[in-house]
């Protein structure tokens, strides 16, 4: 995996400029493809696990249970266990809008960025915003259907910067459960900043998470690649 580094030279110069970063060693330089995996399918939006091509942990959430309070503010942390963001929910608030923290969250703090639907009218299909704050031009809408894991997240000039799609198992072309998923980040896009839209579109969607599929459908290691 090629990272940009922010002190490296020409290489932080292809961070495509205005673009919020969290965390200079999670900007690619090429396109990667992180696998996502849903670690309890009990409630929605418990913890998650982020695995690189190799198989290398890159992201963790740890699990927060069935008490809403826990699941009013997530965390994303490192392999170990360094907090990257906090994602805190917004009450009261019509949209579900969330607001995102760099690190780990403490009164006062200030949000860098929030995540909205755009409408209170439906729910799996509504496009959501994002606004990041003190950076004037620089927002994102995520259209499609995350229950179904069909996403594509869309900067102000309508480039994609991430996606999110249904995994299939190369060995037997097999689609495999909602509960492990492809995160696809361009190059110049922060993947905690991805992945902290990932945390957020769970539990927007949380109560239209239902996986049909799992009954049928083999396991795989997350270290096979697409």
Not at 43 to 50: E, K, L, M, N, Q
Request: net charge negative.
């Amino acid at each position: 995996m090629t990272l940009f580094m922010a002190s490296s030279g020409s290489a932080a110069e292809n961070i495509k400029e205005g673009n919020l970063v969290l965390q200079d060693g999670y900007v690619f330089k090429e396109e990667t493809h992180l696998t996502v995996l849903k670690t309890s399918l009990f409630f929605a939006g418990d913890g998650f696990t982020v695995y690189d091509c190799k198989g290398e942990l890159v992201f963790r959430v740890d699990s927060y249970g069935s008490d809403t309070r826990d699941r009013d503010e997530l965390v994303l942390m490192d392999p170990i266990g360094r907090c990257l963001l906090t994602v805190r929910r917004k009450r009261p608030s019509l949209h579900q809008r969330w607001e995102g923290f760099k690190g780990e969250r403490t009164d006062g703090d200030k949000p860098i960025f929030s995540v909205k639907r755009a409408s209170i009218i439906g729910r799996s299909r509504a496009s959501v915003t994002v606004e990041v704050y003190d950076n004037p031009g620089e927002e994102y809408h995520i259209e499609g259907c995350f229950s179904q894991r069909c996403c594509t997240i869309f900067n102000a000039m309508k480039e994609s910067v991430a996606e999110i799609h249904r995994k299939v198992d190369p060995t037997t072309s097999v689609m495999l459960g909602k509960e492990v998923f492809s995160l696809c980040v361009k190059p110049g896009f922060d993947a905690a900043f991805a992945m902290g839209f990932v945390l957020v579109l769970d539990q927007i969607n949380g109560d239209d998470y239902v996986d049909n599929d799992a009954t049928t459908e083999p396991a795989v290691h997350p270290a096979t690649e697409d």
